[in-house]
């Protein structure tokens, strides 16, 4: 009697497993990507995937977390960076997408594509004055120049001598940097800079890229003044 009775219970499992499998499916939010694990790797803070969707493979990358080969993860919006060389692999990606999290569920995984710049480098805003003051730079400009004249400046080189009241190294292959020299315009205060040189902190560094004016990153995250792919000097201390 008790054989009889597992007989008829299995199929009756069977059949609860595969329909709360596909109820699970279909209540995938759309935007949400399934990927199962191919190889992963812990470098420097951040898991590489590589991972297998609907029979193509790709790169992502996300904040370190325990993950195993052959596990079934989501993840929604995405930044994608391309030709991105990670100094801690010594490996440079074609193409490689930065996930904020990756959740074994599909209505946990991940948030949108501000967030994840939002989590990368925690941004200050303009207005937030941290009250520094420095000499302005012979032939350069100053924040307050660089807003009044954006529209004149847009895609030009510029220089500009500041205080770094913020730093988040290699995000995304680049260096994020906030500096203030104590003037101000319509509430701007700061102005963002992205380098691949490093510095610090409470620096004083002189600036010099080409500003970009109405930056939009997407997801309606965007900076109405960045100088890009700057160089950066130190300025001693006497």
Partial sequence: MKKYFAFLLLPMLLLFSCGKSKSQEANIPNGTHKIKVVEFTNA????????????KEYWIAT????????EVLYFTEAMEMKNFKSKSLNKTFDKILFVNEVSSSPSAAGRSKKDVLSSAHTVIKSGTNAGVSVEPLPGGMTVKEIYEKLKELNGKKIKIKGIVTRYNPNIMGRNWIHIQDGTSFNNHADITVTSKNETRKGETIIVEGVLATDKDFGAGYRYDAIIENATITTEKKS
Avoid: H, M
């Fill in 44 to 55: 420097a803070g951040y898991t590489y995937i590589l991972g297998s969707e609907n029979g």
């Fill in 63 to 70: 904040r370190e977390t325990p993950v195993e080969k052959g």
